[in-house]
């Protein structure tokens, strides 16, 4: 059973109410429908609700909003005393929605009696302290199941350079098949292996493999798990990857339980008359017609409410100048058909708008003072000067759906599972949210005969 928001009851009606909020007009303009560097051309700031605007504009500062909007989605009863006052009703209510359609992301607390898991030294000694924290939690998960329901090997797929593997063969006595697309992963992997004294082919196993299909690699798991029950993991498995390894649960007989977080949205496959195993991958969000554009799927990568406030960021007018170009290059029919400029930015570009332009039009093969004047292009950045706060208010904006795209795309393999049979579906918030965003794992089991 999936863990639903306290309004819900029924995971159908659930998901339904996230999908027709994710389809809703406003939803679809800040996800991308209108992308912020477009917001000067297509009138995103006009298309948003009049009260809102005309509250935002009278506030001191664009940041204010900014800061109010991000506050918004933090569900602790504590944070709504930070609200800014004379906020309209229609906004207040609107967050309110954001943040009851979003699955919770309190991180799990373990009974105590669940034995915690030491990271051998050898790995340790080389993650960051992110990386630490959330292989310590992956690997007290995955140990507790695979004692509970007796199964003695694990395979982790996307694994890399063996934190999670090594620290699973090495301090919980299971036997570990590791799998990853790169060669240089993997030998990095097995070099660590050796000096934790683990023994190759017994012990753990490598293996040199793209998880994009089932059949073959499927036959190569049987093989090695040699009859036993197994669990499939991988933390932060990118993109489809993880669609890949549901499907391979579903399959492979000796998997019994799987265990996946996912990240990097943005890498997903869509769903396309040449990709029939697209997302969304379940029935369900196929026959209510989910919709979600690779910029929501973005919105989904984000987390904002773990954002360090910076007055003096460069970031918003660095979107306000997109913004500006995008207008100018438009008006101007100096990138047709669609064509964007794609630079790679430095500390000089943001001096000035002019020295920003510059360097953008030079990735189009255009030239200040022969395809644009220096005389054109200041009077577009005066033009535009006191819309700034605009750029800085949609792009927050386009942000803040992040925990409901998330929520769409777990109920997706949540979905997907359940209706290829597996049990005790749920997704779980693995980790600290404030240390790691992506922290929603996806669990499953199934009743399997295992000779």
């Known amino acids: 059973m999936v863990s639903l928001p306290s309004e819900y009851t029924d995971v159908d009606e659930y998901a339904r109410h996230l999908i027709s909020f994710t389809h809703e007009p406003l939803s679809v303009q800040i996800t991308g429908g209108i992308h912020v560097n477009d917001a000067f051309i297509h009138n995103a700031w006009e298309k948003l609700p009049t009260e809102w605007t005309t509250w935002w504009e009278s506030l001191s500062s664009p940041q204010d909003a900014q800061k109010d909007l991000i506050n918004s989605l933090r569900k602790e009863h504590a944070a ?9 009703e229609s906004l207040s209510t609107w967050l309110e929605r954001i943040r009851n359609l979003s699955l919770d992301r309190e991180q799990l607390i373990l009974p105590e009696e669940v034995p915690h898991v030491e990271v051998p030294e050898i790995m340790a000694s080389r993650m960051i302290t992110k990386k630490l ?9 995955i140990n507790h199941i695979c004692k509970t329901n007796r199964i003695t090997r694990v395979i982790d797929v996307g694994s890399g350079q063996g934190y999670l593997s090594l620290t699973l063969a090495a301090a919980c006595n299971l036997k570990v098949l590791a799998i990853d697309g790169s060669a240089k992963q993997i030998e990095g992997s097995k070099a660590a292996a050796e000096q934790a004294g683990l023994i190759e082919g017994d012990q753990i196993t ?76 379940s029935n369900f969000m196929r026959i209510n017609n989910l919709q979600l554009s690779t910029s929501a799927l973005i919105t989904g990568c984000q987390a904002p409410t773990n954002w360090i406030h910076n007055p003096d960021s460069i970031f918003a007018r660095k979107y306000w100048y997109r913004a500006v170009l995008e207008k100018l290059l438009y008006d101007k029919n100096l990138a047709p058909a669609g064509q964007r400029p794609v630079w790679g930015i430095r500390n000089g570009d943001m001096k000035s708008f002019t020295a920003y332009t510059t360097r953008a039009l030079r990735s189009l093969k255009l030239e200040v003072g022969t395809d644009i ?70 669990v499953a089991s199934k009743v399997v005969s295992v000779e």
């Open 133 to 141: 924290a959330e292989v310590r939690a992956g690997a007290r998960y």
């Open 206 to 281: 490598h293996l040199t493999r793209f998880v994009t299909g089932t059949k073959e690699l499927a036959s190569e798991i049987e093989r090695w798990a040699k009859g036993e029950k197994c669990l499939l993991t991988g933390l932060h498995a990118c993109g489809s990857l993880s669609e890949h390894m549901i499907r391979l649960s579903t399959v492979v007989p000796c998997i019994t339980n799987l265990a996946v977080v996912g990240c990097c949205y943005n890498h997903i496959s869509p769903l396309s008359p040449t990709n029939s195993t697209g997302f969304p991958i």
């Open 80 to 88: 709504r005393e930070h609200d800014l006052p004379d906020r309209p």
């Open 373 to 442: 004047t220096v005389e054109e292009i200041a009077e577009y950045e005066v033009r535009y000067k006191h819309r700034m706060g605009e750029t800085a208010i949609l792009w927050t904006l386009s942000v803040l759906l992040c925990r409901a795209v998330e929520s769409v795309i777990a109920l997706d393999r949540i979905f997907y599972l359940r209706e290829a049979g597996m049990e005790e579906v749920d997704v779980l918030p693995i980790f600290d949210y404030k240390e790691s965003p992506r922290n929603m794992m996806v």
